[in-house]
């Protein structure tokens, strides 16, 4: 009480006591990261040591799922009101319309309006989270389709490339072309996969584990993907601004080209 009365008359004592209170709180995080850091690096070390390599993220996973706020939602449907036949063209139109027709304004003022995502699902896609092994709705599936993104609806792998591997994630040995990046990961040493179009994390990809011929693994969450059946239809990838602002410059360029093809053929043509 003295001192607190003291500290509350001497501003520079408050200040100091503040600052001490500060101090004390971060080292004590900070033991806490480390703890959980070094503890992390043993359970890889065992893993690694066992010759399987994991998607160890999962050992961060329940950890951070502590940190989530409140428990995962269930996904909001949107309400069941349809739109009206205006707003359905209007909709498709934007939606359809071909990129090389598009106005610059148009190109730069584009927003993707990607998938409504749930809180687990922006946890794994959106932060780089990994779902709990053996929980992951398409960990054992075997019916045929594709799998797209979740997010933007990118068929990133078939069924075909799919195979049993044990190690508690869907795992697939080859992906779709151009369909997956591959990016160092925050770890400094596996290889993070992620959509090509919207940049959502997948999972990780793992070589030389002798699993299939074409000795690869991608390890994906089940819940960064979609799986569309055989005979039905894809749904319409949503762009994102790179993807659409790559493929109208390309589209610019070869009008371009076709415009200097077309006046060299009139000019040639005159020369006659
Ligand atoms: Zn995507």
Same mark, same amino acid.
């Given at each position: 009480?003295?001192?607190?009365? @003291? !500290?509350?008359?001497?501003?520079?004592?408050?200040?100091?006591?503040?600052?001490?209170?500060?101090? *004390?709180?971060?080292?004590?995080? !900070?033991?806490?990261?480390?703890? !959980?850091?070094?503890?992390?690096?043993?359970?890889?070390?065992?893993?690694?040591?066992?010759?399987?390599?994991?998607?160890?993220?999962?050992?961060?996973?329940?950890?951070?799922? !502590?940190?989530?706020?409140?428990?995962?939602?269930?996904? =909001?449907?949107?309400?069941?009101?349809?739109?009206?036949?205006?707003?359905?063209?209007?909709?498709?139109?934007?939606?359809?319309?071909?990129?090389?027709?598009?106005?610059?304004?148009?190109?730069?003022?584009?927003?993707?309006?990607?998938?409504?995502?749930?809180?687990?699902?922006?946890?794994?896609?959106?932060?780089?989270? =990994?779902? /709990?092994?053996?929980?992951?709705?398409?960990?054992?599936?075997?019916?045929?389709?594709?799998?797209?993104?979740?997010?933007?609806? @990118?068929?990133?792998?078939?069924?075909?490339?799919?195979?049993?591997?044990?190690?508690?994630?869907?795992?697939?040995?080859?992906?779709?072309?151009?369909?997956?990046?591959?990016?160092?990961?925050?770890?400094?040493?596996?290889?993070?996969?992620?959509?090509?179009?919207?940049?959502?994390?997948?999972?990780?990809?793992?070589?030389?584990?002798?699993?299939? *011929?074409?000795?690869? /693994?991608?390890?994906?969450?089940?819940?960064?993907?979609?799986?569309?059946?055989?005979?039905?239809?894809?749904?319409? *990838?949503?762009?994102?601004?790179?993807?659409?602002?790559?493929?109208?410059?390309?589209?610019?360029?070869?009008?371009?080209?076709?415009?200097?093809?077309?006046?060299?053929?009139?000019?040639?043509?005159?020369?006659?």
């Amino acid at each position: 009480m003295r001192s607190t009365r @003291q !500290a509350q008359e001497n501003p520079e004592l408050m200040e100091a006591q503040s600052t001490i209170q500060q101090h *004390v709180a971060l080292d004590s995080d !900070a033991a806490t990261e480390n703890l !959980a850091l070094t503890n992390r690096r043993r359970l890889l070390g065992l893993a690694v040591a066992a010759g399987f390599s994991l998607c160890t993220t999962d050992l961060f996973g329940q950890e951070r799922n !502590a940190d989530q706020e409140g428990p995962p939602q269930e996904e =909001t449907k949107p309400e069941a009101t349809k739109p009206s036949d205006k707003e359905k063209t209007a909709a498709q139109e934007t939606k359809t319309k071909d990129v090389s027709e598009m106005t610059e304004e148009e190109v730069n003022s584009y927003e993707p309006k990607y998938n409504k995502l749930n809180t687990e699902e922006k946890y794994v896609i959106q932060k780089k989270g =990994t779902e /709990r092994a053996f929980t992951g709705k398409y960990t054992d599936t075997k019916a045929e389709g594709t799998y797209i993104c979740r997010q933007c609806n @990118q068929p990133l792998y078939r069924s075909n490339d799919k195979f049993h591997s044990n190690c508690g994630w869907p795992s697939f040995d080859d992906e779709i072309p151009g369909a997956v990046t591959r990016a160092l990961d925050a770890d400094g040493y596996r290889i993070e996969i992620l959509c090509s179009n919207c940049g959502g994390h997948l999972g990780h990809v793992f070589e030389g584990e002798q699993f299939t *011929v074409k000795n690869t /693994r991608h390890c994906v969450n089940s819940i960064s993907m979609k799986l569309i059946n055989k005979n039905k239809d894809l749904p319409e *990838v949503i762009k994102s601004r790179e993807t659409l602002l790559k493929e109208w410059t390309e589209a610019q360029e070869k009008k371009r080209e076709e415009a200097d093809k077309a006046t060299k053929q009139t000019e040639s043509g005159n020369g006659r």
